[in-house]
Structure formats: structure tokens, C-alpha cells
């Protein structure tokens, strides 16, 4: 084998002859006798092919019969036929010229011509003429001339053809046989003549052709010669026996390539007397033990490739040999065998034309694509596109060029279509886990130039729109847009000229993901207002009627507008759909067209489309897709291709007869101008009417209110019901009140997940909500046997955006104890979200507060503590919703609502100030009463603090309770108001006190008493703050009672 690597496209430095490989060569053209054929017809070379590929005839007595086989070229290159000294079979040695009316002179001139070129070589030679062509042939010699007769006396038939061909052909073998007769001669009086192939002549020149080794030389050739001319004479025997003695005169002179040619001709001979193909010949026992079998056969090969290799001019036979060896062994299924010989060819470097090229790389391809290498086998596919539009190539063959290029596609894994096209039809969409995507596009693209320099539009549009489906998510955007301005600048053109377009099929731009058509009836089931009928025998389980029963069934009304709704993705392109409209088989339905842009920059990446049809017959129609105009393109989207032609999507709708009609009206009181989007603030109640028009009796009617997101339900409210459904009775002036509060804060934080974790929170954003109602026929009662009639609503459902704007909010609460022991203050910061002036209204009207925009405002709110048993967050949660009413209005917009107080969350501590303790108590200072107001005293002087507690519950307990004693921990701490130091510091100032005391209840005495007695020094601001925890030893219960900070002025 070769051990450099050559570039296949590169040129030699010193050019040798042209080349002309024959890559249909194989090694039974070693026994054929070849024959130049001009002018025939596919019919007539077929016949020939057919019929005269090989002849015998019996030769009495004793020898068997005579075998000869034939190879008819229609082509054979002059240079090729020098090489007939190095191996016979490839001087032509028959030709057959056939001569039509039209073209009888051209054709005679052409047959001497050849004879002429080929006289080395020719042995027999035969002009077929019809007799019609007598007067154009005159002056040509008539032995040479052989004229067919036939009825018509234009066309020749099988018996006239035989006619002429079987004595040509046996004056052909018998030629052969004389040259071996004249050679075998030759060799007996040891006067053989020395061969030479055509580079070799040079060489010899002025040589000692007595030299020992010539002598050698030239006797191992000529020995070789002999085995030729046997091996063609049928002789399978005797040709070994010269092959054989071929060989070791070569070998001893070291003729490496004439060596190679020798045992080129007993791999020949073994694969012809061998049991691979046939046999055809057959040899003698001790023979067909020498011959070449199994792992020897390719050693051999490799052996005589080898050799060759060894000459710089022998690349042709080189070449050949390769290819016949690779047949071989893909016959023997040695696959490997053959890539490493084919291998070999790639890497011969000849001096060969851009038409041979061609030829050399598409034979490379088909012997890689039987060896089963597909992706090579494309490759030199599209290697050989390429030459025949190479740059320097002055006639470039655009449809050649195209072919090869198709039959790259089966190599990288593309789906082939009819007539030489690729499909556009998903059926045959590439598999994206197989291939090369980059490789795929690139071949495209070739593809789609090369049909437009061939002029075919109509191709290259398939090729793009195949590109378009199969590949637009391996292509740039740039790339994507134009590839999609191609399409409508071909089809445009194809427009102008008049020349029709095919619809095509497309799935991924726009893609469709979403197919519902949409019942024009209240609901599914039986038809006319009947009963379904019900089964009356025992349960039988039939699959059949299960599926019925689970079968989704759409219906639709004749004459009237049915919708089908569908959803595309948007494709990163604009583009523009145009005439969208359904497809359909069945009755006869008017489908409406529907046009739309599709523009990648909307936020929304699927766009929801309505399409309209209305059907005219009644019975069934089965949707299979819809159909539209793209890039001028009329274009198919069919559901079986996409996976939505199932049962959920429900493709077969029921045409059924028109109905009575309700009409629904629906009136928003307060409305602004478009009702069907609605500006509502968080707390304000909005009223709708909803109004049925049309009954003429009682109609049972189920009416339903949703809110998207579900969690917003609860802001809907039905004739003052909190209910999301309810049945209402459809009759002339009947109005149904549906109520719409604004989503609280608590509401939205809870449809976001943000929820309020502290005592603060913050104003909400506007939110987008959607109102849904629906309105459809109430099912049969369970203990009427009276049937409600069927009707059709024209307005089944309506939707309504809702933009929720932020209004009053709390965003700061605490709960502080009150002087009143059976009260505390609900302390809350209330912010204006709005942009206007708001109005505050609470305590029942009694108090109003103005806020402005975006400003806060701290309102104190008495709340009456509560005994809660549970003392759950929730009770208390409750009792302040109950108790607190805060009315916001604004003004200017005439708007008004309520401030919401669900998001306020308690602590502990909150609870605890909240909760109604069974213990009272009072505060005494100096003797007077503490009821909230401000105390004052001297510096000074003693100031006698007097806490009394009681147990009011007591009064009504029994005797034994009644004397129970309980005892009571009292903490008192005193201190002056807090200064800031110029520092920084924080400076606080507390007194002495009697600190901790705990006091026991006397007998039959319900009040405990604590004293305490405080001296002020200086003046300012004293603070007491006082507590105590009472033990109960009949509950084991501690109460906590916390008294709210006294404060009094301590003057001098």
C-alpha cells in the first residue's frame, strides 16, 4: 500500500499522461474480449449486453468447447489502449458502428475515424446500416459494410441483429485463438518479443536487450502475454501454467511491476475458477489447490498494489486494481478489508481532468456506500458536486452538479423524497438525534443554490421550506429571516411567470400547540332535549362503549358563527400569517379568514387565535388542521402530523339544528366607559347586573363567578351570597346582582407568596386579574321527571380584565393597654397608596382624618378586650374585624371602600394586652384616683403609691371559694424621663423603690392591697410603671396584669 499521502485535488509538479481510470473494471474483464460500440440505442446495447456478453460453440471431436466473453464500451479512451502490451484484454479489438438516416455521413466518417485511431489494436469491424442508407454509403468497402433488412426497412429487429453479431463475434475469438497460435509459436523457437508498457519505451533505449537479465525479463513478459490470450481464449489450464512460469522469470529480475500485473492475473484466474462466482472456468484439480483463497487472496492483493506503487506512472493500474479488489471483497462481505484498499485510492495522486475527477470521486462514493461507510460515501458525493461547478471549470454542470448533491443525503441521514426532492412533509422530518445539524444546513443551502443557477425555482423552494421545517432552530436569526425572504422573492417570481405553486406542509413556523374547538351548545350529550336512554339489562363491560362514554363530543349549530381556538408559539421573526382559515372533511363548512403579525418583541411568546366557520349541512366534520399563506406560500398545518388529532382535542365536531337563543347583558354599575376592563381599588365594592334576554318560560340556568388567580374567589359575592355558583331561573326583566370587593393586601401578598411575617407591610402594587362568567344549562333534577328544554346562549362566558389599584392600607400596628382595665387602644399607622387626597372615616363616623397623597397618619382606636378560650391569633383576628369599621372615600373620583385590617398579625404580647383578665384593679396616688389624667407633686416630699386589686367573679362563687386566698407579686420601678447626653448617650435616672412585694388576700376579703411611699429629689418627669402576676390556687392559673404608665410632673 501507499505509504505517502497525496491531496486528492492537488495537481502533479511534472504532469504525466492524462488518466482515464475504469472504475467499472473487474476481474472478469481479464477474459473478455472487448468491443467499441458507436451509435446504438439503449435498446440495441441492452440486447447486446444481454445476449452476446459471452459465447461458446462446441468443437468436435474430443477438445471441450470453445468459450470466449465480451465487454461492449461505449467510450474508451486512446490513451487507455497503449496499455495493451501490459495487459492484452484492454486493446479493443471489435467495432460495431451503427448508422441512422439522419446522421449516415457523421456516422461513417466517425466509424473510420475510430478505425483509424484504434488499427493497432482492431481486429474485426462491422458499419450496421438500414438499407434506406445505401446511397450515403458509397465508396465504402462492402466487406465492411453489413446492411440489416427489416419490414420497414428504419428498424432493425433481435433476428436481424443476431444475424450480424454471431459471426462477428466468432471472427473475434477466432482472432484470439490465432494470436496465441502465432505467440505459442514464437515461444517454442525461442524468439520472444520484449513487452513494454507505454512509459517504459524511453527506458529501453539503447539497453543490452542480451543481457541476462533482459533476457529474463523479456520471457517472463511474454510468458505473461501467453496466459492473457489463453485466459481470454477460455484456456483456464494453460493460462495458469504461463502465469506461473510468468512469475519466476519476474521475480529473479526484479520486474516489480510486471510482477504485479502477473499476480493481478492469478487473482483473476481464482476468483474466476473459484467458488465465489460461479465457477466460470474450469481448471484441473492440482490447479484449483494453487489458487488464491481467504486471508492468501487479499495478502496477494496487497502484494501486487504494493508493486505498482513502487512506478510513478502506473497510478491507473493502480487504481483499478484497488477497485477490483474492493468488489471482491464486498462480495466475501470483508468490509474492512475493502475500506483499507479504497483507502489506497484516495490517496493516488493522477493527473486526471475536472470530467475524470468527477467520475473518480462519485466511484469512491458508490464503493463506499456498499461497504455500508454512508457519511464517507457523502462526502465524496458532495466532493464530486463541487468539481463539476469548480471556478476554473469553463462549462460548469449545474444538473450534475445537483445530482450528486442529492445522493449526499442518505449519507448524513436526510429523508428522500419522490422524483429526486425532499419532502416538505413532516412525515419525513429529520430525526434531530441523527446527523450532522451543521452538515445538514450546509447541504441545504448548496442544494437551494444550485437549484437556482439551474433555474428551477420550484425546487429550491422545497429545499428552503424543508430547511425551514427541519432546521430553523439550528439557524441564526439573521440566517432564519433570510432564509424566509428567499422563499417570498422565488415565489413571488414563480407569480409573475404564471407558474403554479403546490401547497406545502409546515408545522414548525409558526408551531402550533393548541387545537379546541369550542362548543356552541350549553353543553354536551344527547341532542333535542331527550332524556339519554339508559340501560335496562344486567351490566355488561364492553371496551367499545367505554370509550364512547369517555369521548369528548363538541357540537355546533348550523348556520351559525362555531369558533375553534388555537395557540402558536411565536417564531424569533417576524412574520406575517395571512388568510388563516380551517381545514376540513365531511359536510360542507365555510371556514372565515383570519389574518395576524406575529412579532418576536411581544411579551407574550404564544399568540391565542379565534377562528371562525360555520358549517352548513348537519352531521359530522372531522378538523384535520388549518391552512394559510406564508412568505407567499400557501401553506398546510395538518393535526395528524402534530399528535392533535387525538380524542382530548376533540377533531370531529356534530352539526346540529339551530336552537332557541338567550342573550346576556351584562350591566356595571358605576362603570367607566369600557366595562370589559375594570379599574378597581383595594376595598371598594363594585355592583354588576346580569341580564337574560330572550326566555319565554323558566329556564333553569347555572350561573358561575372565578376569579384567576382561584385564591381571588372569595371577592365574589352572588344576590349578597358568598357563593362562587349558583342556579338562577331565566324569565323576561330578571337581573341577577353580582358584588366585586377589590382584593385586600393580605390577598395579594397571598397570591404572590409575600406574605407579612412583621408588624408592618408596605402598599401593593397593581395587580391583573381576570373575572370569569358562565352561564349554562341547569342538568335535570333528581326528583323531577320533567326535562329542561335545550337552548343556546350566544354569550356563554365573559371575561373581565380587572386592574387592581392600591388604595388605603395599613402598614404599622400594636396593640397598648388603656386606663380603663376592661379596655385597650388599638394603635394602627394608616398610609395613602393613592395619588389623591383621601378621607378617613372610623368609631361609626363619629371621627374623619384627612391624609394626602402618599402621606401617613397614626390613629388610636379604644377596643374592649375579649376572653377568648382558646386565645387563639385567629378569635382575636376576628374581634378586631368586627369591632373596627374604617371607611376611606376619595372625594375627587367619588370612590369609597374599606380599609382592610386582615393583614394585621399578633404577637404574644399583643394577645396578652387583648385578653380580659377576671382581676380589677385601681391606682391610687396620694390618696386620689388615677383615671388617666396628669399628676403632679414636690420635690421632695413623699409620694404614696396605693395598688388595689379585685376579683369581681367572686362575688357570685360559692361560700367555700369565696374565702379562698390568693396572693399577689407586685413590681413597681420608678424613673425620670430619658435625656440624650451631647455624647450620644442615652442618660435614664430610677429611683429606689420598694422593688418586688408579694401580698396574700385575707379572709373573706376579695381586694388585695399594695403601698408603696416614693420621695422625688428633683424636678421633671416621673414615670411609675407597675405590674403584678396574681396566683389562684384554685385553678393553678397565674394572671399577669400590666398597668399602663403613670406619669407626674414633679415641680419644686
Known amino acids: 500500500m501507499r505509504t505517502a499521502v497525496s491531496s486528492i485535488l492537488s495537481e502533479m509538479k511534472d504532469p504525466s499522461p492524462l488518466c482515464f481510470p475504469d472504475y467499472e473494471q473487474t476481474y472478469l474483464d481479464h477474459a473478455r474480449i472487448w468491443i467499441l460500440v458507436q451509435g446504438a440505442s439503449e435498446a440495441q446495447l441492452a440486447h447486446l449486453r444481454t445476449h452476446h456478453a459471452r459465447w461458446s460453440q462446441p468443437t468436435p471431436p474430443g477438445p471441450p468447447s470453445q468459450w470466449a466473453a465480451f465487454r461492449y464500451l461505449t467510450h474508451y ?21 451503427f448508422v441512422t438516416w439522419p446522421e449516415a455521413t457523421m456516422a461513417v466518417k466517425r466509424h473510420r475515424q475510430t478505425q483509424a485511431q484504434l488499427a493497432s489494436s482492431l481486429r474485426a469491424h462491422r458499419l450496421i446500416a438500414p438499407p434506406n442508407c445505401s ?84 520471457l517472463g513478459r511474454f510468458k505473461k502475454h501467453l496466459g492473457d490470450l489463453a485466459l481470454q481464449s ?105 475500506a483499507e484498499f479504497l483507502q489506497n485510492v484516495v490517496f493516488i495522486n493522477l493527473n486526471m481532468t475536472d470530467t475524470e475527477k468527477v467520475k473518480r470521486f462519485a466511484a469512491l462514493s458508490e464503493l463506499y456506500g456498499e461497504i455500508g461507510f454512508s457519511r464517507k460515501s457523502a462526502f465524496f458525493h458532495r466532493v464530486a458536486a463541487m468539481r463539476c461547478v469548480a471556478p476554473h471549470n469553463p462549462q460548469p454542470e449545474w444538473e450534475l452538479c445537483y445530482q450528486l448533491l442529492l445522493k449526499t443525503m442518505p449519507g448524513y441521514f436526510f ?143 348550523k348556520g351559525e358563527a362555531c369558533e375553534v381556538e388555537i395557540d402558536l408559539i411565536t417564531p424569533p421573526i417576524p412574520i406575517s400569517v395571512v388568510d388563516m382559515r380551517l381545514l376540513s372533511e365531511g359536510n360542507a363548512l365555510d371556514p372565515c379568514e383570519v389574518s395576524f403579525v406575529m412579532n418576536p418583541s411581544d411579551p407574550k411568546p404564544i399568540v391565542h387565535v379565534k377562528l371562525t366557520a360555520i358549517p352548513q349541512s348537519f352531521g359530522d366534520i372531522t378538523l384535520t388542521g388549518v391552512s394559510f399563506v406564508l412568505f407567499g406560500l400557501e401553506v398546510e398545518c395538518l393535526l395528524k402530523d402534530l399528535g392533535l388529532d387525538s380524542e382530548e382535542n376533540c377533531p370531529i365536531v356534530h352539526v346540529n339544528p339551530s336552537l332557541p337563543r338567550l342573550h346576556t347583558h351584562l350591566e356595571v354599575l358605576k362603570a367607566p366607559v369600557n366595562p370589559k376592563s375594570l379599574e378597581i381599588y383595594n376595598g371598594e365594592t363594585l355592583d354588576m347586573d346580569l341580564s337574560i334576554v330572550g326566555a319565554q318560560e323558566e329556564i333553569p340556568l347555572i350561573l358561575s363567578c372565578t376569579m384567576t388567580p382561584h385564591v381571588f374567589n372569595s371577592c365574589v359575592s352572588i344576590m ?20 366585586l370587593r377589590g382584593p385586600t393586601t393580605s390577598c395579594l401578598s397571598e397570591e404572590t407568596d409575600e406574605y407579612l411575617t412583621s408588624s408592618s407591610s408596605s402598599s401593593s402594587s397593581t395587580k391583573a386579574l381576570t373575572l370569569t362568567l358562565t352561564l349554562k344549562s341547569a342538568p ?9 328544554p335545550k337552548v343556546c346562549i350566544n354569550t356563554p362566558m365573559q371575561k373581565i380584565s380587572l386592574h387592581v389599584l392600591p388604595s388605603i392600607s395599613v402598614c404599622w400596628w400594636d396593640v397598648f393597654p388603656s386606663e380603663n382595665p376592661r379596655e385597650c387602644y388599638l394603635v394602627i ?67 369609597n371602600g374599606l380599609v382592610s385590617l386582615k393583614e394585621i398579625q399578633l404577637t404574644p404580647n399583643m394577645i396578652q394586652t387583648l385578653s380580659l383578665c377576671d382581676i380589677d384593679w385601681s391606682l391610687f396616688v396620694n390618696g386620689q384616683q388615677w383615671l388617666g389624667m396628669e399628676l403632679q407633686a414636690q420635690a421632695g416630699q413623699p409620694i404614696e403609691v396605693t395598688i388595689r386589686l379585685s376579683r369581681p367573679t367572686l362575688a357570685a362563687a ?94 419644686n
Open 234 to 338: 477460455g484456456r483456464a489450464n494453460e493460462a495458469f501454467t504461463f502465469y506461473e512460469a510468468a512469475l519466476e522469470h519476474l521475480k529473479s529480475c526484479n520486474d516489480w511491476m510486471w510482477l504485479g500485473n502477473t499476480v493481478e492475473c492469478l487473482c483473476a484466474l481464482s476468483v474466476l475458477a473459484g467458488t465465489s462466482f460461479g465457477p466460470i472456468f474450469e481448471v484441473e484439480p492440482f490447479i484449483q489447490e494453487q489458487l488464491y483463497r481467504g486471508d492468501e487472496f487479499v495478502e496477494k492483493c496487497r502484494e501486487l498494489v504494493v508493486n505498482y506503487s513502487k512506478y510513478r506512472y502506473s497510478g491507473m493500474i493502480e487504481t483499478e486494481a484497488c477497485v477490483k479488489a474492493v468488489r471482491v471483497m464486498i462480495a466475501q462481505r470483508q468490509t474492512l478489508h475493502a
Open 829 to 895: 399607622d394608616i398610609l395613602n397608596s393613592t395619588s389623591d387626597e383621601a378621607e378617613i372615616t372610623y368609631l361609626d363616623g363619629k371621627k374623619i382624618i384627612v391624609i394626602d397623597s402618599q402621606a401617613k397618619c397614626r390613629v388610636p382606636i379604644a377596643l374592649e378586650k375579649i376572653a377568648s378560650p382558646d386565645e387563639s391569633e385567629a378569635s382575636f383576628a376576628r374581634h378586631i374585624d368586627d369591632q373596627v369599621n374604617i371607611v376611606w372615600s376619595l372625594k375627587k373620583l367619588e370612590r
Open 415 to 557: 429523508p428522500m423524497a419522490h422524483q429526486g426532492t425532499v419532502s416538505t412533509n413532516s412525515n419525513h422530518r429529520v430525526d434531530s438525534s441523527k446527523g450532522w445539524a451543521t452538515v445538514q444546513v450546509q447541504i441545504l443551502q448548496e442544494l437551494v443554490g444550485t437549484a437556482r443557477r439551474m433555474g428551477d425555482h420550484l425546487i429550491a423552494i422545497k429545499h428552503l421550506v424543508f430547511l425551514l421545517e427541519n432546521f430553523h432552530h439550528c439557524l441564526p436569526t439573521a440566517d432564519l429571516d433570510t432564509t424566509c425572504q428567499e422563499i417570498f422573492t422565488l415565489a413571488t417570481r414563480m407569480k409573475q411567470q404564471h407558474l403554479p405553486l403546490p401547497k406545502y406542509t409546515l408545522h414548525s413556523i409558526p408551531k402550533l400547540i393548541k387545537f379546541q374547538p369550542v362548543s356552541a351548545v350549553p353543553e354536551s350529550g344527547s341532542w333535542g332535549g331527550s332524556a339519554e336512554s339508559q340501560p335496562t339489562g344486567p351490566f355488561l363491560f364492553t371496551p367499545i362503549l367505554n370509550y364512547e362514554k369517555r369521548r369528548k363530543r363538541c357540537e355546533w349549530i
Open 77 to 97: 479512451p486512446l490513451e487507455n489502449n497503449e496499455w495493451r502490451d501490459f495487459q492484452t484484454f484492454r486493446g479493443v479489438m471489435g467495432l460495431l458502428s
Open 720 to 739: 349578597d351570597q358568598r357563593l362562587n355558583e349558583i342556579c338562577i331561573k331565566s324569565h323576561p326583566d330578571v337581573k341577577t346582582r353580582i358584588s
Open 780 to 788: 335535570p333534577s333528581a326528583d323531577s321527571d320533567r326535562v329542561p
Open 135 to 218: 446511397h450515403e454509403l458509397q465508396g465504402v468497402d462492402s466487406d465492411l459494410v453489413t446492411l440489416a433488412t427489416s419490414e420497414n426497412g428504419i428498424e432493425w429487429s433481435a433476428d436481424d441483429l443476431d444475424r450480424i453479431i454471431v459471426p462477428f463475434l466468432q471472427d473475434l475469438v477466432e482472432t484470439v485463438e490465432t494470436r496465441l497460435s502465432e505467440n505459442l509459436a514464437k515461444d517454442a523457437s525461442h524468439k520472444p518479443v520484449l513487452l513494454v508498457a507505454p512509459f517504459e519505451r524511453k527506458d529501453f533505449v539503447g539497453l543490452d536487450l542480451d543481457s541476462r537479465i533482459n533476457k529474463k525479463r523479456t
Open 958 to 1051: 360559692s361560700t367555700e371559694d369565696k374565702h379562698e386566698k390568693w396572693r399577689c407579686m407586685f413590681s413597681l420601678n420608678c424613673h425620670y424621663e430619658e435625656e440624650v447626653t451631647p455624647s450620644g448617650q442615652i442618660k435614664r435616672i430610677e429611683l429606689p423603690s420598694s422593688g418586688s412585694k408579694c401580698v396574700r388576700s385575707a379572709g373573706n376579703h376579695q381586694n388585695v392591697t399594695y403601698k408603696a411611699v416614693i420621695i422625688a429629689p428633683n424636678c421633671g418627669n416621673l414615670f411609675l410603671k407597675s405590674s403584678c402576676e396574681a396566683m389562684i390556687p384554685s385553678d393553678q392559673a397565674t394572671r399577669i396584669v400590666e398597668l399602663p404608665l403613670v406619669g407626674i410632673t414633679i415641680q
